[in-house]
């Protein structure tokens, strides 16, 4: 698993991004993959995940109702669209991707990813 995240800029609250991780070690259709965040003197946080199978998927509270995990296993893909956001959403977002047990486990910690992308820096202004 080798993954790239990308998709991360400047944009105004209420505005939208979409973030996408590509696995250009193409295995990463096996693994549960997740969305993580890190904003400047904070622990990184978990954001979302989805199962191997792309049949279920878990949010943060914080994000829930706003943005949206998924994936295209075809293209070795995951992709996180962000709508609604909010200066507090500005981070360092990172995908990552975990060896489960089951195809539709969503894992949360990040102890349970074993690989990770370089981050990309999402700003939102007010």
């Known amino acids: 698993v080798q993954l790239q995240a990308s998709g991360g800029g400047l944009v105004q609250a209420g505005g939208s991004l979409r973030l996408s991780c590509v696995d250009s070690?193409?295995?990463?259709?096996?693994?549960?993959m997740g969305w993580f965040r890190q904003a400047p003197g904070k622990e990184r946080e978990f954001v979302a995940a989805?199962?191997?199978?792309?049949?279920?998927?878990d949010y943060a509270k914080s994000v829930k109702g706003r943005f949206t995990i998924s994936r295209d296993n075809g293209n070795n893909t995951a992709y996180l669209q962000m709508n609604s956001l909010k200066p507090e959403d500005t981070a360092v977002y990172y995908c990552?991707?975990?060896?489960?047990?089951?195809?539709?486990?969503?894992?949360?910690?990040?102890?349970?990813?074993?690989?990770w992308g370089k981050g990309t820096l999402v700003t939102v202004s007010s």
């Open positions: 989805i199962g191997s199978s792309g049949g279920r998927t």
């Open positions: 990552a991707a975990g060896a489960t047990s089951h195809y539709s486990t969503v894992p949360r910690p990040l102890t349970s990813y074993n690989y």
């Open positions: 070690g193409r295995t990463s259709r096996l693994y549960a």
